[in-house]
Antibody
Framework: QVQLQESGPGLVKPSETLSLTCTVS????????WSWIRQPPGKGLEWIGY???????SYNPSLKSRVTISVDTSKNQFSLKLSSVTAADTAVYYC???????????WGQGTLVTVSS | QSALTQPPSASGSSGQSVTISCTGT?????????VSWYQQHPGKAPKLMIY???KRPSGVPDRFSGSKSGNTASLTVSGLQAEDEADYYC???????????FGGGTKLTVL
């Protein structure tokens, strides 16, 4: 059974870049779409973007100018970079494997990223 | 403000049924049969309960069912159990540009 694990700094300063990595174990990153989703404290879910193992991407239009998602198939990892962060970017960030169109069948446990000076 | 509209709360007694609605537009819920539902317990990651409007992943009890009429999708939980108490989120494919939108979530309480 595939497992996903997010990693990265839990605290980022305003205006800096948030960087997270999702490590996939128990299965290959190949032939799947992989996504980042976030959840501000006490609020709902927001799709950030996805990447296919080959490298093609799609981003939420509201975040597109600040988001980059990349994949490293040799390490079975994919990553998120979100630039020019503000307090509004404080959230639990989840990585997930898409099992169909706009559906995530497997999720990481999530990691809280706080934007604060 | 979430793209899809859900009631903030819902409740039902143990053993009863409850239905949670999810209202969208012609650009998402009404336009595609790609509505999904997720269950989230406090401090945990979301869990897929329903996909493609009414399909259940392996391991999800058949007490959970989904449907759609026009721009409103629904999740029905029958035979409510204490462990069903959680937040539930709907989501929908929204076309190539927006791709994936979510509802604001519904807190289900089992009385």
């Amino acid at each position: 059974q595939v497992q996903l694990q997010e990693s990265g700094p839990g605290l980022v300063k305003p205006s800096e870049t948030l960087s997270l990595t999702c490590t996939v174990s128990g299965g290959s990153i190949s032939n799947y779409y992989w996504s980042w989703i976030r959840q501000p404290p006490g609020k709902g879910l927001e799709w950030i973007g996805y990447i296919y193992y080959s490298g093609s991407t799609s981003y939420n239009p509201s975040l597109k100018s600040r988001v980059t998602i990349s994949v490293d198939t040799s390490k079975n990892q994919f990553s998120l970079k979100l630039s020019s962060v503000t307090a509004a970017d404080t959230a639990v960030y989840y990585c997930a494997r898409l099992s169909g169109v706009a559906v995530a069948g497997s999720w990481g446990q999530g990691t809280l990223v706080t934007v604060s000076s | 403000q979430s793209a899809l509209t859900q009631p903030p709360s819902a409740s039902g007694s143990s053993g009863q049924s409850v239905t949670i609605s999810c209202t969208g537009t012609s650009s998402d819920v009404a336009g595609y049969n790609y509505v999904s539902w997720y269950q989230q317990h406090p401090g945990k990651a979301p869990k897929l309960m329903i996909y493609e409007v009414s399909k259940r992943p392996s391991g999800v009890p058949d007490r959970f069912s989904g449907s759609k009429s026009g721009n409103t999708a629904s999740l029905t939980v029958s035979g409510l159990q204490a462990e069903d108490e959680a937040d539930y989120y709907c989501s929908s494919y929204a076309g190539n540009d927006n791709y994936w939108v979510f509802g604001g979530g519904t807190k289900l309480t089992v009385l």
